[in-house]
């Protein structure tokens, strides 16, 4: 890092910025890639091999694109979704619990054969999926922003009992849950309430066209709108947005709901398009990797884009992986949280600590603090 | 008969809080000392795993806890290393510890699969039959098994070390003022090292608990179940004290066992609805609690040693 301090191009107040951090992104992303490689190359498998299925299982034909844009699309809507709260500075990280019961919303509606022409009972649903997941949320939003309750327990304990709920819809409930099923699941949805399949022979639906759409509605709220401005006042400094006259309380809980309801799209896009039925604990992890898309992304919405992309390539990819050469298939969510660690050890995220640098290479009082820490390296 | 289902309810009770027991000690340390170590969820599966390898292959329940207390440590480390060192974000350390524990667990975990097909020496209980057979206390306390008792004596054990120690007292300055610590002398990464690495060694020895307590067996998808998550709850509401986190440990411990038993013996409400109760509690109980309890000054925020 004091490397850093010498460089020019730190001072370019822009650029500078940019290239710095997006350089540490990708050299994050490549150790990460190393580091996963070994572990491949620990389970017996030849990581060149193993990584040359991923890159065609990824971008190898249309039908593998069609793939990775199926698998970005839960990707997408919780990333924003973990963005906002990021930008509002609370750590909304309750994708999973949100999705599921904005599955179990779809499904009340989509399961019925309503005669609707499909736009209207697939808007149903999407309404559906909403209202519950708002409700959901509301309930950590509230507790956060009025009960003072750390948003992170919270958020991951109404994970746990989301899932239950649906263990129960799907294998209870007598409307939607199929009986004497194999594994419990809800009934099929009624073939209005189904997304169009928009390629031959592919499973991709327009899901992930509408969560490109919204990741940049989202950009727009968040930098042109007095609602992102008081969003993102909020997370740069609560005091001061409390001085300016912001509702900090409000903003955080609807924040926090706005998470939700994007959270629910997602789950409730992830079985109207691609599953059919509501599966008990569907979901496998998605929620988590979410949260891994909105911080590479930097909280940005835009980024957001690129970021749900890359690791739905890596998903898709790695599942022909998996097949092809015989890695484990939960090596997918090891390699994103590998990239992440190592991401986030280089330090892209923290962009305080980056001003922090510049601002060092003016007074010298590096000695102390170096040799501190070199100290505490030697004592472990 | 209602006697005999209380005996039994809380019997369970003690064998269901152990493994929370044993982890809550060193998440209070970490915690104590500024850093929030969210990766205890994933190392309790590393933990688990470790236990259930270790006594399969080599057959002795010694190494087992031994090479636990490695893996924890190696765990440990890596979070140390992330969120003192590099001043990584504490949550997203933590969660992707998490990811690439419940990946990898499952991955190794593939990868012996001889060892489903038996279950594994279980900790042994120590008293002798004619302790067990006391009235109530008898089976209440002596029929448990050793890693019962360790995980309740820990809590008084580490609540000595931490207010009448000093080392003790130099996490609880750390945590609340790292400037005031540093001038003192203290070297407050190396401290802070120490009780992230305690916090890995402990969450892994529950972990092992949670396997060799009782099952004996390990399942793969995630068994801990989200018990990291509730031990950091209860630290919060039992105020990062070391003896009240046990007690809250304890009523998540009698929440989780009340479900069990309500499931075994049927009841009007579906089982699906009890198994959420130890959620639900953990909410309720941060909810009411969160106001009283007093927090780490730094809880959860990097300390930077150039920061002045």
Not at chain 2, 190 to 206: E, F, H, P
Request: proline share 4%; net charge positive; glycine share 12%.
């Amino acid at each position: 890092m004091k490397m850093l301090n010498k460089t020019k191009i730190v001072r370019l107040p822009f650029l500078g910025d940019l290239a710095v951090s997006f350089g540490r992104t990708v050299f994050g992303i490549v150790l990460g890639l190393i580091a996963s490689a070994v572990l491949i190359g620990i389970s017996g498998v030849n990581p060149f091999v193993a990584y040359g299925a991923l890159i065609r299982g990824a971008f190898g034909n249309g039908q593998a694109l069609s793939n990775v844009l199926v698998r970005a699309s839960p990707l997408l809507l919780g990333g924003i979704g973990v963005s906002l709260g990021i930008k509002a500075g609370v750590w909304n990280i309750g994708m999973e619990g949100y999705m599921y019961l904005g599955a179990i919303g779809a499904s009340l509606a989509g399961v019925l054969e309503l005669g609707l022409p499909p736009i209207l009972h697939i808007l149903l649903c999407f309404l559906c999926a909403a209202a519950f997941s708002a409700v959901w949320g509301i309930i950590p939003g509230y507790l956060r922003a009025y009960k003072g309750v750390n948003e992170v327990t919270a958020t991951i304990m109404m994970s746990y009992i989301a899932i239950y709920l649906t263990n129960w819809v799907v294998s209870c409930l007598p409307l939607v849950a199929e009986v004497g099923a194999f594994y419990p699941m809800s009934k099929k949805f009624a073939p209005s309430a189904l997304l169009p399949i928009l390629m031959k022979g592919s499973s991709l639906h327009p899901g992930p066209f509408i969560a490109v759409l919204l990741c940049v509605v989202f950009y727009f709220i968040l930098n042109y709108t007095s609602f992102g401005y008081r969003t993102r006042m909020l997370g740069a400094n609560p005091n001061a947005a409390r001085y300016a006259g912001i509702d900090a309380k409000k903003q955080i809980m609807i924040i926090i709901m706005i998470g939700a309801i994007l959270g629910g799209l997602s789950g409730a896009v992830e079985v109207m398009g691609l599953k059919r039925r509501v599966y008990m604990e569907f979901v496998t992890g998605v929620g988590y990797e979410s949260v891994a898309v909105a911080l590479l992304a930097g909280g940005n919405p835009l980024g957001v884009v690129f970021s749900a992309l890359f690791f739905a390539a890596l998903k898709a990819g790695g599942a022909t992986m998996s097949i092809e050469t015989g890695v484990i298939s939960s090596m997918n969510s090891i390699i994103i949280a590998m990239c992440m660690l190592f991401v986030i050890g280089v330090g892209v995220v923290d962009s305080r600590r980056f001003a922090k640098i510049v601002d060092n290479s003016k007074d010298d009082d590096d000695t102390e603090g170096g040799s501190a820490s070199s100290a505490a390296k030697e004592g472990n | 008969m209602a006697i005999e289902i209380i005996m039994d309810w809380l019997q369970a009770t003690l064998r269901w809080a152990a493994p929370l027991l044993i982890v809550a000690v060193g998440e209070v340390y970490a915690e104590r000392s500024g850093v929030i170590n969210m990766g205890i969820e994933g190392i309790m599966l590393f933990g688990a795993l470790t236990g259930i390898a270790a006594g399969f292959y080599l057959d002795s329940l010694v190494l087992a806890v031994i090479f636990t207390i490695v893996i924890g440590a190696f765990m440990g480390l890596i979070v140390a290393f992330l969120t003192v060192s590099r001043r990584t974000n504490q949550v997203v350390t933590g969660l992707m510890i998490n990811m690439i524990s419940l990946g990898a667990t499952d991955a190794l975990f593939s990868l012996m699969s001889e060892t489903r097909q038996s279950r594994v020496a279980t900790f042994p209980i120590i008293f002798p039959k004619g302790m067990q057979s006391i009235p109530l206390i008898g089976p209440l306390l002596f029929a448990q098994p050793v890693s019962t008792w360790v995980a309740l004596i820990l809590p008084v054990f580490a609540a000595y070390i931490l207010y009448k120690t000093r080392w003790g007292l130099n996490v609880r300055a750390v945590g609340d003022n790292p400037k005031a610590a540093a001038t003192a002398g203290l070297s407050v990464i190396r401290l802070k090292y120490q009780t992230v690495i305690l916090s890995g060694i402990s969450a892994a020895l529950g972990g092992c608990v949670l396997t060799l307590g009782e099952v004996g067996y390990f399942s793969a998808g995630g068994m801990a179940a989200g018990r990291g998550f509730i031990v950091m709850a209860a630290c919060v509401v039992g105020g990062w004290d070391p003896i009240r986190t046990a007690v809250v440990c304890l009523a998540f411990g009698a929440a989780d066992a009340a479900q069990l038993r309500f499931q075994t013996t049927g009841s009007v409400i579906p089982y699906q609805f009890l198994q959420m109760l130890p959620y639900i509690v953990t909410i309720i109980a941060l909810t009411i609690m969160v106001k009283r309890s007093c927090v780490p000054k730094t809880w959860g925020s990097a300390y930077d040693p150039k920061d002045v």
